[in-house]
């Protein structure tokens, strides 16, 4: 019979110690599970006839007040029976609560239970080999279970249900077991019997886990006919292609038909997590493996333009870099993020917003007269305009935090008039633009003018990565020794001679695939900033001088690291070279 239509009742007690004949029964509490879904609850707090003790209220919180009026074990018990009936028998270590529940029968009168009993501990000792404790606390964390009541009766059995879920999923798929009498049969087999898996499953465990590198890089689940039916990218290949395989009945669904489909597994070693990300992406878009359900399209990232070649510099945003004169900003998450900016913009720093055919009439609008706008068209530019688009520069960049500070006040004075809806929009507005300028902070440069090195500990041991980044784009990764011999030090500034060449023309306009690799770059770069060392490049400064200045930035941090070994990591540095 499929264990999919059985009737389990998972059940756990409260006692007020460990010996079934001396101690007594505090609590009991049981839920009935069919194919993966609870129909039915039952949960009663017993009388013992005797005081609980302080080391049983400690764990358990239940108290001897709690209990003094409530109905005794020979009230409870037949209850009991009924809910159970003749359903499988379920509890974590089911030997304690089968005996406690048995010695309280006998002593009321009854026959002991009959049920065919299952121990979700026996499955765990059998199914996780690789979880050092197989006890309730230890699977409740193994497979984040949010549980409340944790130590009462039925928080323990809801819990316990769930674990019972996670551990048929397991059981169907490495030991191909789907009915009641096989599972009964697995929970007493010996250790040596249980490590089964499927062939294809066998296979890569042993040939191709084994030669996974401790290093960055993509790797590749393909399906019996060699087509990729998966792309990830990894920090360490060896650990992120391992976790599929250890304990695959616990996978989430999704993943377990992933890894029923998958026959082998290749990869590409790289040298940076950055390399990774961005293959990851561009690999997915190209293939579209049928088992990634993110990355498969590219989407509309726009850009903040601050166009410097009018008169009057004017602000908006776009799908796209163009050939042009303009500094952008970004790439932000989206159209909304861009509007947002855009009105943060026009309430602080009032730059027009008229197209250039109604500035060249040189007639106030509705914005000057609403105060958004300082009227240029009228007076031309004045060091005031000019110092707006200074500080809408300086914003862009991450640098002023004086806009924080105008909508906290805007925020607290909406709300000191009561305006509630007013108050939360500020205070949205608040939280979007605190977070874009933390990741701006990072970059802190137009896109097209970000040129930077940066550090990061290689994969290798003893080596340093140096990234170097121009116009915003990563442009290779070099790997150098730590002691930074000559000779190292000639390959370094020869490379960094053709990514920082001062005459190198601005690329071409930046179009989908190119502002995908922009996204994920900024996006690594802010989320590694407290480990990583970034140092900007301008023109004028020598492949020479920058490699000396990446020598001495590594050394100091290698002897900062060796004097205080359990230190955290120093923040990300951006000082120019």
Not at 350 to 378: H, I, N
Not at 404 to 413: G, I, Q, R
Request: hydrophobic share 40%; proline share 6%; glycine share 6%.
């Amino acid at each position: 019979m499929s264990f999919s239509a059985v009737p389990f009742v998972i059940v756990d007690t409260e006692t007020t110690g460990t010996k079934a004949g001396r101690d007594r029964l505090l609590e009991i509490g049981a839920v009935r599970m069919v194919n993966g879904t609870i129909e039915d609850r039952f949960s009663a707090l017993i009388n013992p006839e005797r005081s609980v003790p302080a080391r049983i209220t400690k764990l358990t919180g239940i108290t001897t007040g709690m209990v003094f009026d409530r109905p005794t074990v020979d009230e409870v018990l037949p209850a009991f029976l009924e809910f159970l009936g003749t359903d499988v028998f379920v509890a974590h270590n089911v030997s304690f609560d089968k005996r406690f529940l048995n010695a309280a029968l006998k002593r009321t009168g009854h026959e002991p239970m009959a049920n065919d009993t299952l121990c979700t501990l026996r499955l765990a000792r059998r199914l996780l080999t690789g979880l050092r404790s197989k006890g309730l606390s230890a699977l409740i964390d193994f497979y984040g279970i949010q549980i409340e009541a944790r130590h009462r009766a039925r928080g323990d059995a809801e819990a316990t249900a769930v674990v019972l879920q996670r551990l048929l999923r397991h059981v169907t798929f490495e030991h191909e077991i789907d009915t009641l009498e096989g599972l009964l049969t697995f929970q007493h087999r010996t250790y040596a019997t249980t490590d089964a898996q499927p062939e294809h499953i066998r296979e890569i465990r042993t040939e191709v886990l084994p030669d996974l590198p401790a290093r960055p890089g993509v790797y590749f689940m393909k399906d019996r006919r060699g087509g990729t039916i998966y792309i990830g990218k990894a920090k360490r290949l060896s650990d992120r292609v391992r976790s599929y395989f250890r304990g695959t009945g616990a996978q989430p669904p999704r993943t377990q038909k992933l890894l029923k489909a998958v026959r082998s597994v290749t990869w590409e070693a790289m040298d940076s997590e950055l390399e990774a990300l961005l293959a990851e992406s561009r690999l997915i878009k190209q293939h579209k493996p049928r088992f990634n359900r993110a990355q498969r399209r590219y989407r509309n990232r726009p850009f903040i333009k601050l166009d410097l070649s009018h008169e009057a510099p004017t602000v908006s945003y776009v799908p796209y870099i163009d050939e042009d004169e303009a500094e952008y900003y970004g790439p932000l998450a989206g159209r909304k993020q861009a509007e947002l900016v855009l009105e943060v913009i026009s309430r602080v720093y009032s730059l027009r917003e008229c197209e250039e055919p109604q500035y060249r009439k040189g007639e106030r609008c509705l914005y000057a007269d609403l105060d958004r706008c300082t009227a240029p068209c009228v007076d031309g530019p004045t060091e005031a305009y000019t110092a707006a688009v200074d500080g809408v520069r300086a914003f862009l960049k991450g640098q002023d935090r004086d806009v924080l500070t105008m909508l906290e006040a805007k925020m607290h004075e909406a709300a000191d008039a009561l305006a509630f809806e007013e108050a939360s929009r500020y205070r949205d507005m608040l939280q979007r633009v605190e977070r874009m300028l933390r990741r701006q902070e990072v970059v802190a440069a137009p896109i097209l003018k970000h040129h930077a090195v940066v550090l990061e500990p290689g994969a290798a041991p003893d080596t340093w990565n140096v990234l170097c980044i121009r116009f915003g784009q990563l442009e290779e990764v070099l790997v150098v020794p730590a002691a930074f011999p000559p000779e190292a030090m000639a390959r370094l500034e020869a490379r960094l001679a053709v990514h920082f060449d001062p005459d190198a023309e601005q690329p071409a306009p930046y179009r989908k695939p190119e502002v995908d690799a922009l996204r994920l770059t900024a996006q690594w770069l802010h989320g590694n900033r407290d480990t990583l060392q970034q140092i900007r490049w301008r023109p004028g400064v020598s492949s020479e001088a920058l490699a000396q200045q990446i020598r001495t930035r590594a050394l100091k941090s290698a002897a900062n690291e060796a004097a205080h070994p359990m230190d955290a990591s120093a923040p990300a540095s951006s000082e120019a070279a």
